[in-house]
Protein backbone atom coordinates (compact mmCIF):
# COMPACT_ATOMS: atom_id res chain seq x y z
CA UNK A 1 0.00 0.00 0.00
CA UNK A 2 1.39 3.32 -1.42
CA UNK A 3 1.59 6.23 1.48
CA UNK A 4 1.36 9.52 0.51
CA UNK A 5 3.27 12.19 2.49
CA UNK A 6 1.47 15.13 2.86
CA UNK A 7 3.98 18.62 2.80
CA UNK A 8 3.28 21.03 5.60
CA UNK A 9 1.45 23.17 3.30
CA UNK A 10 -1.54 20.60 2.65
CA UNK A 11 -1.36 20.03 6.88
CA UNK A 12 -1.60 23.40 7.07
CA UNK A 13 -4.55 23.59 5.17
CA UNK A 14 -6.57 20.92 6.28
CA UNK A 15 -5.81 22.71 10.38
CA UNK A 16 -8.00 25.30 7.86
CA UNK A 17 -10.90 22.92 6.42
CA UNK A 18 -13.33 23.92 9.46
CA UNK A 19 -12.45 28.06 8.32
CA UNK A 20 -13.30 27.32 3.92
CA UNK A 21 -16.24 25.10 5.36
CA UNK A 22 -17.59 27.84 7.65
CA UNK A 23 -17.07 30.28 4.67
CA UNK A 24 -18.77 27.85 2.48
CA UNK A 25 -21.76 28.38 4.49
CA UNK A 26 -21.65 31.79 4.25
CA UNK A 27 -21.66 31.63 0.72
CA UNK A 28 -24.48 29.44 1.12
CA UNK A 29 -26.41 32.08 2.58
CA UNK A 30 -24.95 34.75 0.39
CA UNK A 31 -26.39 32.98 -3.02
CA UNK A 32 -29.78 32.43 -1.26
CA UNK A 33 -29.93 36.17 -1.02
CA UNK A 34 -28.58 37.07 -4.24
CA UNK A 35 -31.50 36.13 -5.66
CA UNK A 36 -33.61 38.71 -3.69
CA UNK A 37 -33.18 41.28 -6.65
CA UNK A 38 -35.18 38.96 -8.98
CA UNK A 39 -37.87 38.19 -6.91
CA UNK A 40 -38.08 42.08 -5.91
CA UNK A 41 -38.32 42.77 -9.71
CA UNK A 42 -40.86 39.75 -9.77
CA UNK A 43 -43.24 41.54 -7.62
CA UNK A 44 -42.51 44.75 -8.86
CA UNK A 45 -44.12 44.14 -12.16
CA UNK A 46 -46.09 41.60 -11.30
CA UNK A 47 -47.86 43.30 -7.84
CA UNK A 48 -47.22 46.74 -7.43
CA UNK A 49 -47.20 47.89 -11.26
CA UNK A 50 -50.56 45.91 -12.11
CA UNK A 51 -52.47 47.33 -8.93
CA UNK A 52 -51.02 50.54 -8.22
CA UNK A 53 -50.62 49.41 -4.58
CA UNK A 54 -48.14 51.57 -2.69
CA UNK A 55 -47.86 50.15 0.54
CA UNK A 56 -47.05 46.87 -1.06
CA UNK A 57 -44.77 48.93 -2.99
CA UNK A 58 -43.10 50.52 0.18
CA UNK A 59 -43.19 47.21 2.32
CA UNK A 60 -41.31 45.09 -0.48
CA UNK A 61 -38.89 47.96 -0.58
CA UNK A 62 -38.07 47.60 3.07
CA UNK A 63 -37.69 43.75 3.14
CA UNK A 64 -35.36 44.23 0.28
CA UNK A 65 -33.39 46.81 2.08
CA UNK A 66 -33.39 44.37 4.87
CA UNK A 67 -32.13 41.63 3.03
CA UNK A 68 -29.41 43.45 1.22
CA UNK A 69 -27.76 45.05 4.57
CA UNK A 70 -27.65 41.47 5.61
CA UNK A 71 -26.16 40.53 2.29
CA UNK A 72 -23.84 42.40 2.68
CA UNK A 73 -22.91 41.57 6.29
CA UNK A 74 -22.55 38.00 5.50
CA UNK A 75 -20.38 38.74 2.63
CA UNK A 76 -18.43 41.13 5.75
CA UNK A 77 -17.78 38.06 7.61
CA UNK A 78 -17.00 35.73 4.87
CA UNK A 79 -13.93 38.08 3.95
CA UNK A 80 -12.95 38.03 7.49
CA UNK A 81 -12.98 34.26 7.75
CA UNK A 82 -10.44 34.26 4.55
CA UNK A 83 -8.47 36.83 5.98
CA UNK A 84 -8.39 35.15 9.16
CA UNK A 85 -7.58 31.64 7.25
CA UNK A 86 -4.79 33.53 5.21
CA UNK A 87 -2.98 35.07 8.76
CA UNK A 88 -3.62 31.12 9.96
CA UNK A 89 -1.61 29.90 7.12
CA UNK A 90 0.89 32.66 7.53
CA UNK A 91 1.69 31.97 11.04
CA UNK A 92 1.64 27.92 10.54
CA UNK A 93 4.26 28.46 7.79
CA UNK A 94 6.38 31.10 7.86
CA UNK A 95 9.06 29.89 10.25
CA UNK A 96 9.40 26.81 8.34
CA UNK A 97 9.93 28.51 5.27
CA UNK A 98 12.08 30.70 6.81
CA UNK A 99 14.02 27.64 7.60
CA UNK A 100 13.55 26.02 4.19
CA UNK A 101 14.43 29.28 2.68
CA UNK A 102 18.16 29.29 4.85
CA UNK A 103 18.58 25.47 4.04
CA UNK A 104 17.95 25.85 0.68
CA UNK A 105 20.92 28.67 0.68
CA UNK A 106 23.18 26.29 3.05
CA UNK A 107 22.52 22.84 0.83
CA UNK A 108 23.73 25.31 -2.35
CA UNK A 109 26.15 27.25 -1.17
CA UNK A 110 24.86 30.32 -0.92
CA UNK A 111 23.93 29.87 -5.11
CA UNK A 112 20.50 29.97 -4.41
CA UNK A 113 19.74 32.04 -1.41
CA UNK A 114 16.84 33.03 -2.31
CA UNK A 115 13.64 34.25 -0.48
CA UNK A 116 10.99 33.33 -3.03
CA UNK A 117 9.49 30.51 -0.72
CA UNK A 118 8.19 33.54 1.64
CA UNK A 119 7.50 35.41 -1.01
CA UNK A 120 5.24 32.60 -2.90
CA UNK A 121 3.78 32.48 0.66
CA UNK A 122 2.78 36.36 0.54
CA UNK A 123 1.33 35.39 -3.05
CA UNK A 124 -0.98 32.66 -1.98
CA UNK A 125 -1.92 34.47 1.37
CA UNK A 126 -3.79 37.42 -0.71
CA UNK A 127 -5.22 35.12 -3.34
CA UNK A 128 -6.95 34.04 -0.76
CA UNK A 129 -8.23 37.27 0.32
CA UNK A 130 -9.00 38.33 -3.29
CA UNK A 131 -11.75 38.15 -5.45
CA UNK A 132 -10.79 35.00 -7.20
CA UNK A 133 -11.44 33.42 -4.74
CA UNK A 134 -15.39 33.76 -4.05
CA UNK A 135 -16.11 32.06 -7.84
CA UNK A 136 -14.92 29.02 -6.71
CA UNK A 137 -17.77 29.36 -3.34
CA UNK A 138 -20.54 30.56 -5.63
CA UNK A 139 -19.82 28.65 -8.62
CA UNK A 140 -21.07 25.35 -6.95
CA UNK A 141 -24.80 27.10 -6.38
CA UNK A 142 -25.02 28.28 -10.27
CA UNK A 143 -26.89 24.58 -10.82
CA UNK A 144 -29.19 26.36 -8.51
CA UNK A 145 -29.96 29.30 -10.41
CA UNK A 146 -29.93 27.21 -13.60
CA UNK A 147 -32.69 25.23 -11.89
CA UNK A 148 -34.93 28.63 -10.89
CA UNK A 149 -34.60 29.62 -14.43
CA UNK A 150 -36.03 25.92 -15.69
CA UNK A 151 -39.07 26.84 -13.58
CA UNK A 152 -39.23 30.44 -14.89
CA UNK A 153 -39.37 28.51 -18.33
CA UNK A 154 -37.48 26.12 -20.27
CA UNK A 155 -36.19 28.30 -22.92
CA UNK A 156 -34.85 30.55 -19.95
CA UNK A 157 -32.89 27.17 -18.61
CA UNK A 158 -31.55 26.22 -22.32
CA UNK A 159 -30.35 29.78 -23.25
CA UNK A 160 -28.92 29.72 -19.96
CA UNK A 161 -27.40 26.38 -20.07
CA UNK A 162 -25.89 26.90 -23.64
CA UNK A 163 -24.20 30.46 -22.70
CA UNK A 164 -22.87 29.08 -19.48
CA UNK A 165 -21.22 26.23 -21.52
CA UNK A 166 -19.71 28.71 -23.59
CA UNK A 167 -18.52 30.97 -21.15
CA UNK A 168 -16.83 27.56 -19.49
CA UNK A 169 -15.06 26.59 -23.16
CA UNK A 170 -13.79 30.08 -22.99
CA UNK A 171 -12.18 30.10 -19.59
CA UNK A 172 -10.96 26.66 -20.60
CA UNK A 173 -9.25 27.85 -23.76
CA UNK A 174 -7.75 30.98 -21.68
CA UNK A 175 -6.20 27.99 -19.20
CA UNK A 176 -5.10 26.68 -22.67
CA UNK A 177 -3.02 29.61 -24.24
CA UNK A 178 -1.85 31.13 -20.98
CA UNK A 179 -0.84 29.00 -18.32
CA UNK A 180 2.09 27.59 -20.02
CA UNK A 181 3.32 30.82 -21.54
CA UNK A 182 2.42 32.96 -17.58
CA UNK A 183 4.56 30.10 -15.70
CA UNK A 184 7.75 30.25 -18.27
CA UNK A 185 7.64 34.35 -17.59
CA UNK A 186 7.19 34.08 -13.99
CA UNK A 187 9.96 31.51 -13.67
CA UNK A 188 11.93 33.89 -15.79
CA UNK A 189 11.02 36.61 -13.46
CA UNK A 190 12.44 34.90 -10.61
CA UNK A 191 15.72 33.69 -11.57
CA UNK A 192 16.03 37.15 -12.98
CA UNK A 193 15.50 38.70 -10.13
CA UNK A 194 17.57 36.62 -8.56
CA UNK A 195 20.43 37.17 -10.35
CA UNK A 196 19.91 40.78 -10.14
CA UNK A 197 19.95 40.88 -6.05
CA UNK A 198 23.15 38.94 -6.10
CA UNK A 199 24.83 41.40 -8.65
CA UNK A 200 23.58 44.26 -6.29
CA UNK A 201 25.81 42.58 -3.23
CA UNK A 202 28.60 42.92 -5.72
CA UNK A 203 28.21 46.46 -6.45
CA UNK A 204 31.60 48.04 -5.76
CA UNK A 205 33.38 45.16 -7.91
CA UNK A 206 30.50 46.24 -11.01
CA UNK A 207 31.50 49.93 -10.43
CA UNK A 208 34.96 49.83 -10.36
CA UNK A 209 36.11 47.43 -13.16
CA UNK A 210 32.88 48.96 -15.19
CA UNK A 211 31.01 45.94 -15.83
CA UNK A 212 27.80 47.72 -15.33
CA UNK A 213 26.32 48.28 -18.84
CA UNK A 214 27.64 44.57 -19.16
CA UNK A 215 25.50 43.35 -16.01
CA UNK A 216 22.57 45.64 -17.49
CA UNK A 217 22.54 44.16 -20.29
CA UNK A 218 22.32 40.08 -19.33
CA UNK A 219 20.04 41.71 -17.03
CA UNK A 220 17.73 43.36 -19.35
CA UNK A 221 17.53 40.05 -21.57
CA UNK A 222 15.96 38.50 -18.73
CA UNK A 223 13.74 41.30 -18.36
CA UNK A 224 12.36 41.60 -22.01
CA UNK A 225 12.14 38.10 -21.98
CA UNK A 226 9.17 38.29 -19.19
CA UNK A 227 7.79 41.22 -20.77
CA UNK A 228 7.37 39.09 -24.08
CA UNK A 229 6.05 36.44 -22.32
CA UNK A 230 3.96 38.36 -20.51
CA UNK A 231 2.70 40.50 -22.95
CA UNK A 232 1.76 37.14 -25.61
CA UNK A 233 -0.24 35.68 -22.21
CA UNK A 234 -2.01 39.03 -22.05
CA UNK A 235 -2.50 39.94 -25.36
CA UNK A 236 -4.32 36.26 -25.56
CA UNK A 237 -6.21 36.50 -22.41
CA UNK A 238 -7.56 40.22 -23.08
CA UNK A 239 -9.02 38.54 -26.92
CA UNK A 240 -10.27 35.87 -24.75
CA UNK A 241 -11.78 38.48 -21.74
CA UNK A 242 -13.26 40.63 -24.41
CA UNK A 243 -15.26 37.79 -25.95
CA UNK A 244 -16.38 36.75 -22.83
CA UNK A 245 -17.36 40.01 -22.10
CA UNK A 246 -19.36 40.06 -25.42
CA UNK A 247 -21.00 36.69 -24.89
CA UNK A 248 -22.19 37.98 -21.49
CA UNK A 249 -23.19 41.45 -22.48
CA UNK A 250 -25.17 39.91 -25.36
CA UNK A 251 -26.75 36.98 -23.16
CA UNK A 252 -28.31 39.79 -21.21
CA UNK A 253 -29.92 41.56 -23.72
CA UNK A 254 -30.78 38.45 -25.99
CA UNK A 255 -32.79 36.69 -22.54
CA UNK A 256 -34.68 40.19 -22.49
CA UNK A 257 -35.50 39.75 -26.05
CA UNK A 258 -36.58 36.35 -25.51
CA UNK A 259 -38.53 37.18 -22.53
CA UNK A 260 -40.10 39.71 -24.59
CA UNK A 261 -41.39 37.20 -26.93
CA UNK A 262 -42.40 35.13 -24.39
CA UNK A 263 -44.64 37.69 -22.86
CA UNK A 264 -45.77 38.88 -26.37
CA UNK A 265 -47.00 34.97 -26.54
CA UNK A 266 -48.15 34.74 -23.04
CA UNK A 267 -46.43 32.35 -21.83
CA UNK A 268 -44.62 34.26 -18.84
CA UNK A 269 -45.55 37.59 -16.80
CA UNK A 270 -43.37 41.29 -17.49
CA UNK A 271 -42.24 40.37 -14.00
CA UNK A 272 -40.57 36.95 -15.00
CA UNK A 273 -39.07 38.92 -18.09
CA UNK A 274 -37.04 41.18 -15.92
CA UNK A 275 -36.29 38.64 -13.34
CA UNK A 276 -34.99 35.57 -15.47
CA UNK A 277 -32.73 38.76 -17.09
CA UNK A 278 -31.01 39.93 -13.43
CA UNK A 279 -31.20 35.59 -12.58
CA UNK A 280 -28.77 34.36 -15.46
CA UNK A 281 -26.42 37.23 -14.83
CA UNK A 282 -26.11 36.08 -11.57
CA UNK A 283 -25.35 32.47 -12.37
CA UNK A 284 -22.76 33.37 -15.09
CA UNK A 285 -20.81 35.80 -12.83
CA UNK A 286 -19.28 33.73 -11.28
CA UNK A 287 -17.69 32.19 -14.39
CA UNK A 288 -17.18 35.89 -15.58
CA UNK A 289 -15.27 36.31 -12.50
CA UNK A 290 -13.20 33.19 -12.91
CA UNK A 291 -12.02 34.89 -16.45
CA UNK A 292 -11.56 37.80 -15.21
CA UNK A 293 -9.05 36.76 -12.08
CA UNK A 294 -7.53 33.90 -14.09
CA UNK A 295 -4.13 35.61 -14.33
CA UNK A 296 -4.16 35.67 -10.49
CA UNK A 297 -5.46 32.00 -10.05
CA UNK A 298 -2.67 30.73 -12.46
CA UNK A 299 -0.10 32.74 -10.02
CA UNK A 300 -1.35 31.17 -6.75
CA UNK A 301 -1.04 27.79 -8.51
CA UNK A 302 2.37 27.88 -9.40
CA UNK A 303 2.97 29.11 -5.76
CA UNK A 304 1.37 26.35 -4.21
CA UNK A 305 3.04 23.76 -6.29
CA UNK A 306 6.41 25.44 -5.30
CA UNK A 307 5.45 25.53 -2.17
CA UNK A 308 4.74 21.98 -2.31
CA UNK A 309 7.72 20.84 -4.10
CA UNK A 310 10.04 22.92 -2.01
CA UNK A 311 7.87 21.74 1.36
CA UNK A 312 8.39 17.61 0.20
CA UNK A 313 12.30 18.30 -0.57
CA UNK A 314 13.71 19.71 2.41
CA UNK A 315 11.68 18.01 5.41
CA UNK A 316 11.21 19.68 8.72
CA UNK A 317 14.56 19.15 11.08
CA UNK A 318 13.88 16.14 13.76
CA UNK A 319 13.60 17.53 17.25
CA UNK A 320 16.82 15.53 18.55
CA UNK A 321 17.57 14.67 22.03
CA UNK A 322 20.15 17.19 23.61
CA UNK A 323 23.52 15.34 23.75
CA UNK A 324 26.11 16.69 26.92
CA UNK A 325 28.33 18.84 26.30
CA UNK A 326 30.62 18.91 23.53
CA UNK A 327 34.67 18.72 24.20
CA UNK A 328 36.02 19.59 21.18
CA UNK A 329 37.40 16.13 19.62
CA UNK A 330 36.80 15.01 16.06
CA UNK A 331 37.04 12.38 14.12
CA UNK A 332 36.64 11.56 9.99
CA UNK A 333 35.95 8.49 8.99
CA UNK A 334 37.19 7.76 5.34
CA UNK A 335 34.87 11.20 4.93
CA UNK A 336 33.68 12.37 1.66
CA UNK A 337 32.49 14.97 0.32
CA UNK A 338 30.62 16.78 -2.56
CA UNK A 339 30.29 20.20 -2.80
CA UNK A 340 26.80 21.43 -3.72
CA UNK A 341 26.18 21.47 -7.49
CA UNK A 342 29.20 19.96 -8.05
CA UNK A 343 29.89 16.00 -9.06
CA UNK A 344 33.07 15.38 -7.89
CA UNK A 345 34.39 14.78 -4.30
CA UNK A 346 36.30 17.68 -2.87
CA UNK A 347 37.35 15.28 -0.19
CA UNK A 348 38.00 12.00 -0.85
CA UNK A 349 38.27 9.60 1.93
CA UNK A 350 39.53 11.21 4.69
CA UNK A 351 40.72 9.45 7.68
CA UNK A 352 41.69 12.10 10.81
CA UNK A 353 41.90 12.33 14.56
CA UNK A 354 41.90 15.45 15.86
CA UNK A 355 42.02 15.56 19.71
CA UNK A 356 40.22 18.05 22.24
CA UNK A 357 42.49 20.85 22.89
CA UNK A 358 44.70 20.43 19.45
CA UNK A 359 45.75 23.90 17.45
CA UNK A 360 45.59 22.43 13.82
CA UNK A 361 46.94 24.54 11.05
CA UNK A 362 45.13 23.57 7.66
CA UNK A 363 47.09 23.89 4.34
CA UNK A 364 47.66 22.77 0.65
CA UNK A 365 47.30 24.67 -2.77
CA UNK A 366 44.08 26.60 -3.75
CA UNK A 367 41.19 23.85 -4.40
CA UNK A 368 42.90 21.24 -2.09
CA UNK A 369 39.68 20.52 -0.16
CA UNK A 370 40.72 23.21 2.62
CA UNK A 371 37.66 25.34 3.04
CA UNK A 372 35.43 22.28 2.37
CA UNK A 373 37.16 20.37 5.27
CA UNK A 374 35.89 23.19 7.10
CA UNK A 375 32.30 23.38 6.35
CA UNK A 376 32.02 19.38 6.45
CA UNK A 377 33.36 19.35 10.12
CA UNK A 378 30.93 22.58 11.39
CA UNK A 379 28.22 20.63 9.71
CA UNK A 380 27.39 22.65 6.98
CA UNK A 381 28.07 20.76 4.41
CA UNK A 382 26.26 16.24 4.30
CA UNK A 383 28.98 13.74 3.92
CA UNK A 384 28.20 11.24 0.57
CA UNK A 385 29.97 8.72 2.31
CA UNK A 386 31.89 8.64 5.54
CA UNK A 387 31.28 10.36 8.81
CA UNK A 388 32.57 12.99 10.40
CA UNK A 389 31.87 12.85 14.56
CA UNK A 390 32.23 15.25 17.33
CA UNK A 391 32.72 13.09 20.68
CA UNK A 392 31.92 10.18 18.88
CA UNK A 393 28.63 11.41 17.65
CA UNK A 394 28.16 12.38 14.04
CA UNK A 395 27.68 16.23 13.27
CA UNK A 396 24.20 15.89 12.02
CA UNK A 397 23.00 14.26 15.56
CA UNK A 398 23.75 17.26 17.48
CA UNK A 399 20.98 19.87 17.85
CA UNK A 400 22.11 23.14 16.22
CA UNK A 401 21.03 25.42 18.67
CA UNK A 402 22.79 23.55 21.57
CA UNK A 403 26.02 22.85 19.39
CA UNK A 404 25.85 26.20 17.70
CA UNK A 405 26.82 28.17 21.31
CA UNK A 406 30.00 26.14 21.70
CA UNK A 407 31.73 26.67 17.92
CA UNK A 408 33.19 29.74 16.83
CA UNK A 409 33.39 29.96 13.04
CA UNK A 410 35.13 32.76 10.78
CA UNK A 411 34.42 32.19 7.10
CA UNK A 412 37.26 33.35 4.51
CA UNK A 413 34.28 36.10 3.00
CA UNK A 414 33.66 38.35 6.56
CA UNK A 415 29.60 38.32 7.04
CA UNK A 416 28.39 40.81 9.72
CA UNK A 417 24.73 41.90 9.88
CA UNK A 418 22.22 44.46 10.23
CA UNK A 419 22.67 45.15 13.67
CA UNK A 420 24.93 46.85 16.47
CA UNK A 421 28.33 45.43 17.15
CA UNK A 422 27.58 44.20 20.40
CA UNK A 423 24.59 42.68 18.66
CA UNK A 424 27.17 41.05 15.87
CA UNK A 425 29.53 39.61 19.03
CA UNK A 426 26.80 38.23 20.75
CA UNK A 427 25.71 36.71 17.44
CA UNK A 428 22.02 38.53 18.07
CA UNK A 429 21.59 36.70 21.05
CA UNK A 430 20.95 37.64 24.67
CA UNK A 431 24.02 40.12 25.30
CA UNK A 432 25.92 39.25 28.11
CA UNK A 433 28.63 42.34 28.04
CA UNK A 434 31.11 40.42 29.98
CA UNK A 435 31.44 37.82 27.52
CA UNK A 436 31.25 40.65 24.61
CA UNK A 437 34.27 43.05 26.14
CA UNK A 438 36.14 39.63 26.67
CA UNK A 439 35.58 38.08 22.88
CA UNK A 440 36.65 41.80 21.86
CA UNK A 441 39.49 41.96 24.12
CA UNK A 442 40.25 38.61 22.78
CA UNK A 443 40.30 39.47 19.13
CA UNK A 444 41.94 42.91 20.22
CA UNK A 445 39.50 45.01 18.79
CA UNK A 446 38.25 46.42 22.40
CA UNK A 447 40.01 49.87 22.08
CA UNK A 448 38.91 49.87 18.34
CA UNK A 449 35.63 49.81 18.82
CA UNK A 450 35.54 52.36 22.20
CA UNK A 451 37.13 55.18 19.66
CA UNK A 452 33.66 54.57 17.38
CA UNK A 453 31.31 57.07 18.24
CA UNK A 454 28.60 54.23 19.66
CA UNK A 455 30.79 52.77 20.86
CA UNK A 456 29.35 49.03 20.86
CA UNK A 457 26.42 50.07 20.20
CA UNK A 458 27.46 51.44 16.67
CA UNK A 459 24.69 49.92 14.25
CA UNK A 460 26.62 48.74 10.75
CA UNK A 461 25.45 46.99 8.17
CA UNK A 462 26.05 43.37 6.23
CA UNK A 463 29.03 45.24 4.59
CA UNK A 464 30.65 46.39 7.61
CA UNK A 465 29.39 50.04 7.25
CA UNK A 466 32.82 52.60 7.48
CA UNK A 467 34.77 49.75 8.78
CA UNK A 468 37.83 48.42 6.63
CA UNK A 469 38.49 44.90 6.12
CA UNK A 470 40.99 44.43 9.04
CA UNK A 471 38.24 46.02 10.98
CA UNK A 472 35.34 44.03 10.31
CA UNK A 473 37.71 40.89 10.40
CA UNK A 474 38.56 41.23 13.90
CA UNK A 475 34.86 41.94 14.87
CA UNK A 476 33.90 39.19 12.99
CA UNK A 477 37.05 36.87 15.34
CA UNK A 478 35.60 38.61 18.02
CA UNK A 479 31.95 36.69 17.63
CA UNK A 480 33.89 33.44 16.94
CA UNK A 481 35.52 33.68 19.91
CA UNK A 482 32.04 34.42 22.05
CA UNK A 483 30.85 32.16 24.82
CA UNK A 484 34.23 30.44 25.64
CA UNK A 485 33.39 28.08 22.25
CA UNK A 486 35.17 24.49 22.50
CA UNK A 487 35.64 24.31 18.26
CA UNK A 488 37.15 27.45 16.81
CA UNK A 489 37.45 27.39 12.67
CA UNK A 490 39.26 30.10 11.69
CA UNK A 491 39.30 30.38 7.36
CA UNK A 492 41.99 32.49 6.44
CA UNK A 493 41.75 34.81 9.45
CA UNK A 494 44.63 37.20 8.56
CA UNK A 495 43.98 37.61 5.20
CA UNK A 496 42.90 41.10 5.87
CA UNK A 497 45.07 42.10 9.17
CA UNK A 498 47.89 44.12 9.66
CA UNK A 499 51.19 43.73 11.68
CA UNK A 500 48.59 44.36 14.80
CA UNK A 501 46.30 42.38 13.66
CA UNK A 502 48.71 39.41 13.13
CA UNK A 503 49.86 39.77 16.65
CA UNK A 504 46.23 40.10 18.29
CA UNK A 505 45.51 36.53 16.52
CA UNK A 506 48.64 34.67 17.80
CA UNK A 507 47.78 36.77 21.19
CA UNK A 508 44.32 34.79 20.43
CA UNK A 509 45.44 31.00 19.62
CA UNK A 510 47.55 31.23 22.87
CA UNK A 511 44.45 32.44 25.10
CA UNK A 512 41.82 29.40 23.22
CA UNK A 513 45.26 27.01 23.64
CA UNK A 514 45.61 27.56 27.44
CA UNK A 515 41.44 26.86 27.33
CA UNK A 516 41.83 23.82 25.44
CA UNK A 517 39.76 25.16 23.01
CA UNK A 518 39.84 22.78 19.91
CA UNK A 519 40.95 25.39 16.76
CA UNK A 520 41.32 24.48 12.59
CA UNK A 521 43.13 27.29 11.43
CA UNK A 522 43.43 27.57 7.17
CA UNK A 523 45.97 29.80 6.19
CA UNK A 524 48.68 30.26 4.02
CA UNK A 525 51.02 32.33 6.31
CA UNK A 526 53.28 30.85 8.44
CA UNK A 527 53.01 33.95 11.26
CA UNK A 528 49.39 32.06 11.90
CA UNK A 529 51.08 28.22 11.85
CA UNK A 530 54.27 29.10 14.49
CA UNK A 531 51.23 28.54 16.99
CA UNK A 532 49.44 25.47 15.73
CA UNK A 533 50.55 21.64 17.51
CA UNK A 534 49.73 19.96 14.27
CA UNK A 535 49.89 20.23 10.68
CA UNK A 536 47.32 18.70 8.06
CA UNK A 537 47.92 19.04 4.37
CA UNK A 538 45.75 18.24 1.64
CA UNK A 539 46.11 18.00 -2.01
CA UNK A 540 43.26 17.47 -4.79
CA UNK A 541 41.14 16.57 -1.39
CA UNK A 542 43.49 13.51 -0.36
CA UNK A 543 45.36 13.89 2.81
CA UNK A 544 49.07 13.92 1.84
CA UNK A 545 50.22 14.59 5.40
CA UNK A 546 49.04 15.21 9.03
CA UNK A 547 50.50 14.85 12.64
CA UNK A 548 52.42 16.72 14.98
CA UNK A 549 54.02 19.77 13.15
CA UNK A 550 57.81 19.11 13.43
CA UNK A 551 56.90 15.44 12.14
CA UNK A 552 55.18 16.62 8.94
CA UNK A 553 58.03 19.35 8.43
CA UNK A 554 60.29 16.75 8.65
CA UNK A 555 58.75 14.58 6.34
CA UNK A 556 57.74 17.26 4.35
CA UNK A 557 61.83 18.08 4.15
CA UNK A 558 62.38 14.40 3.36
CA UNK A 559 60.09 13.98 0.70
CA UNK A 560 61.85 17.60 -0.81
CA UNK A 561 65.18 16.08 -0.17
CA UNK A 562 64.12 13.20 -2.28
CA UNK A 563 62.20 14.61 -5.29
CA UNK A 564 66.10 16.71 -5.70
CA UNK A 565 68.39 13.52 -5.92
CA UNK A 566 66.10 11.77 -8.10
CA UNK A 567 66.27 15.06 -10.56
CA UNK A 568 69.95 15.04 -10.02
CA UNK A 569 70.50 11.20 -11.17
CA UNK A 570 67.72 12.27 -13.89
Not at 74 to 96: A, F, G, K, P
Not at 194 to 204: D, I, Q, T, V
Not at 236 to 252: C, D, E, H, P, Y
Not at 459 to 477: F, H, T, Y
Request: net charge positive; aromatic share 6%.
Amino acid sequence: MKVTVKSDLEKALKLCKSAFLSAAGFSMLINFLMITPSIYMLQVYDRVVSTGNKSTLIMLTLIVLGLFITLAALEWVRSQILVRISTRLETLLNQRLFQVAFKQALLSGGQRATTQPLDDLTGLRQFLTGNGLFAFFDAPWMPIYLALLFMFHPLYGWFSVVTAIILCLVAFATEKVTTKTLSEANNTSIATRSMLNKNLRNAEVIESMGMLENIRRRWMSGAVKVLDLQAVASSRAGVLTSLSKFIRMSSQSLILGLGAYLVIEREISPGLMIAGSILMGRALAPIDLMIGTWKGFISARGQYERLNTILLQIPADNERMQLPDPKGSIQLENAVVVPPGAKVPALKGLNVTIDAGDIVGIVGPSGAGKSTLARAVLGIWPTANGAIRMDGAEVFQWDREHLGSFIGYLPQDIELFEGTISENIARFGEINPEKVVEAAKMADVHELILQLPEGYDTVIGASGGSLSGGQRQRIGLARALYGSPVLVVLDEPNSNLDEQGESALGEALVQLKQKKTTVLIITHRNAALAKADKLLILKEGALVAYGPKEHVVAYLQQQSAGTVTKLNKT
